[in-house]
Every structure is written in C-alpha cells, then in structure tokens.
C-alpha cells in the first residue's frame, strides 16, 4: 500500500523526481490552448486525459530508467475558487476536477509500477498572478481562499499537498494552516526574482524563516521554483539553519526575469544539458535536497539530464 501522508519517503532519504514545465510543455511545444494558463480544464475530456497521461508517462520512464522515485504532482495549479470562477466553473464542477485529478496520477501511479516510491500531491497555485505580489491578502484571508481546495485534496488519496509559485508569506502561512487543519503535509514552493528575493522584496531565506514562525514549522518543507538557479544560487550559499528545511528545486530553463518571461512570444527552453549540471551542483552544495524537477520552459530532455546529473552527483 501506498501510505505516505504521515511518512513522506523524500524526508527519509529518497531522491525524487518530479515533472517538468507541463503548462509551457502544453502550450508551446503541444499547441495547446490552455485559458488562463490552466490545465485542469484538459481533465474534462477523452482528448484532454490522453494528452495528460502522455506528459506523465514520459516523465515516469525517465524515473524508471534511471532508477528513482518520482513525485506526481496534479495539473490543478489553477484549480482554486478564483480561477475557476474565471474559467466558468462553480466550487462543484472545481471539487471534481480536483478528485479526477488525483485519481489520475494514482492510476498513473499503478500503471508505471515503479521499484521506487511514487508520490501523489495537491498541486495548488498561488491567487493571484504568481510573479507579483497583486494580491494583498492577510494570512487569514489567504487560509479562506485555499480552504476549499486543501479541503477538498485531503478528502483523496492524495498524500501532499504542494503550492506552487508564491510570492508572499501570508498566503504561504494560510496554506499551511489551512493543511493543518485537515491533516494533509504542505509543501510551499516560493518563486524569487533575478535577485534571489520575492516579488515584495523579502529575502528567500527570510520568507522560509517567517512562515515556519507563524506557522510552528509546520509546513512539510519548503522548496524554490520558477526562477533559474542562477537566481537564487547565492541564497543558497550561507550557512543560515533555514537551508534545512530547503528540499526541492523546480527551477525554470530560462535565465530571463519574470517580466521578460511574460512578454515573451516564444518559448526560452534554454540549454537542458547546462541545466541538469546546475542541478547536480547544487545537490552537491545541499545533500539533503530530495525533490528535482523543471518549471517554466522546461520539458521531458531537461529532466533526463537532471535524472543524470543526480545520478552522477549521487555516485560520487
């Protein structure tokens, strides 16, 4: 049996992979139309499961092949009240996305059959734009906002939940509390600028620091993703205790700021080799991270030269 929720092996020593940037992947590479830059919509139909599944499947053989564990996180990043209301869909129609998500990556799961562990988590995205921080909100208000989807992913199989390019600790302080309150692990992944700090100027290391005080550490572990390592590698040269609690990278192909990323017409997917040595420097610099995978501009050739470069790393 699949139990981790009280137990999440990449806290006890396994390595795992995750995806890469499925909405970029999606969009430029498989001409997609996603509205709102939303993929949980793809759920609704024959067509938009196929090509899901596909995107998945490609990143679970390179796990398999170079034999790790891997980190099934849900196209619901846009599956919050907000975004759905957008998007036309009432709290009803967005809690059935959300489950069909997570029964889709444990069929996922049991297809591929990996030796290894095989995680399942929530994936949640942030209220507002992600690379700004437009959205003021107290930490109450963001722990209302995301209630409902934590809520509703606690009710699954799922045994994380994971919230994706934040910018402010109040509304990672409200996911965390409201996880608790449920009793599912969180996991907050917040997205830093050219300069290694957030969209309002906070430090990364002040960011983590500041959300385990106002939530007692809580939150599972924290990680970084959307920005490229170039951006948050001095960050991550102190000796500073927040390093600890550090255990995932999800960093994006491209060197550009996220205003460039915006006004971008095509996609930068960078140097994928470049890219996967960076990861193995800096599994070498942090032996304790557990959790690699792309974001932005990212695709499946990435994470096979990450999957190698941590195989390397691990070697040595």
């Given at each position: 049996?699949?139990?981790?929720?009280?137990?999440l092996?990449?806290?006890?020593?396994?390595?795992?992979?995750?995806?890469?940037?499925?909405?970029?992947?999606?969009?430029?590479?498989?001409?997609?139309d996603?509205?709102c830059?939303?993929?949980?919509?793809?759920?609704?139909?024959?067509?938009?499961?196929?090509?899901?599944?596909?995107?998945?499947?490609?990143?679970?053989?390179?796990?398999?092949?170079?034999?790790?564990?891997?980190?099934?996180?849900?196209?619901?990043?846009?599956?919050?009240?907000?975004?759905?209301?957008?998007?036309?869909?009432?709290?009803?129609?967005?809690?059935?996305?959300n489950?069909?998500?997570?029964?889709?990556?444990?069929?996922?799961?049991?297809?591929?059959?990996?030796?290894?562990?095989?995680?399942?988590?929530?994936?949640?995205?942030?209220?507002?734009d992600?690379?700004?921080?437009?959205?003021?909100?107290?930490?109450?208000?963001?722990?209302?906002?995301?209630?409902?989807?934590?809520?509703?992913?606690?009710?699954?199989?799922?045994?994380?939940?994971?919230?994706?390019?934040l910018?402010?600790?109040?509304?990672?302080?409200?996911?965390?509390?409201?996880?608790?309150?449920?009793?599912?692990?969180?996991?907050?992944?917040?997205?830093?600028?050219?300069?290694?700090?957030?969209?309002?100027?906070?430090?990364?290391?002040?960011?983590?620091?500041?959300?385990?005080?106002?939530?007692?550490?809580?939150?599972?572990?924290?990680?970084v993703n959307?920005?490229?390592?170039?951006?948050?590698?001095?960050?991550?040269?102190?000796?500073?205790?927040?390093?600890q609690?550090?255990?995932?990278?999800?960093?994006?192909a491209?060197?550009?700021?996220?205003?460039?990323?915006?006004?971008?017409?095509?996609?930068?997917?960078?140097?994928?080799?470049?890219?996967?040595?960076?990861?193995g420097?800096?599994?070498?610099?942090l032996?304790?991270?557990?959790?690699?995978?792309?974001?932005?501009?990212?695709?499946?050739?990435?994470?096979?030269?990450i999957?190698?470069?941590?195989?390397?790393?691990?070697?040595?």
């Amino acid at each position: 049996m699949h139990t981790y929720r009280n137990a999440l092996p990449q806290l006890n020593g396994h390595a795992l992979l995750t995806d890469s940037g499925l909405e970029t992947t999606l969009v430029f590479h498989e001409g997609i139309d996603l509205p709102c830059f939303a993929s949980y919509p793809l759920l609704g139909t024959a067509e938009g499961r196929a090509q899901l599944e596909t995107y998945f499947e490609r990143h679970l053989e390179i796990a398999r092949q170079r034999k790790m564990g891997f980190l099934l996180e849900a196209p619901t990043w846009r599956a919050s009240p907000g975004w759905g209301q957008e998007l036309g869909h009432d709290r009803q129609a967005l809690q059935a996305f959300n489950a069909q998500a997570i029964e889709m990556m444990c069929a996922l799961r049991d297809k591929a059959a990996l030796p290894h562990p095989v995680v399942i988590s929530g994936n949640i995205g942030p209220r507002g734009d992600g690379y700004q921080a437009d959205t003021a909100m107290t930490a109450s208000e963001a722990q209302a906002y995301h209630a409902d989807q934590v809520g509703w992913f606690a009710q699954t199989a799922a045994d994380m939940v994971s919230a994706f390019t934040l910018c402010t600790v109040n509304e990672a302080v409200g996911i965390v509390r409201a996880a608790v309150e449920v009793q599912i692990p969180a996991v907050i992944a917040f997205t830093v600028e050219t300069d290694g700090c957030l969209a309002d100027g906070t430090p990364l290391g002040e960011a983590i620091t500041q959300t385990d005080a106002a939530t007692n550490g809580k939150a599972a572990y924290f990680m970084v993703n959307c920005a490229h390592p170039e951006h948050f590698e001095v960050a991550l040269r102190s000796q500073e205790p927040w390093l600890q609690r550090l255990r995932g990278i999800r960093a994006n192909a491209s060197r550009l700021s996220h205003e460039e990323l915006d006004n971008a017409d095509v996609l930068d997917d960078g140097n994928p080799a470049e890219l996967g040595a960076s990861y193995g420097t800096l599994q070498a610099q942090l032996p304790h991270l557990s959790v690699f995978g792309g974001c932005c501009g990212t695709d499946s050739r990435h994470i096979a030269e990450i999957a190698n470069n941590l195989c390397c790393a691990r070697a040595a």
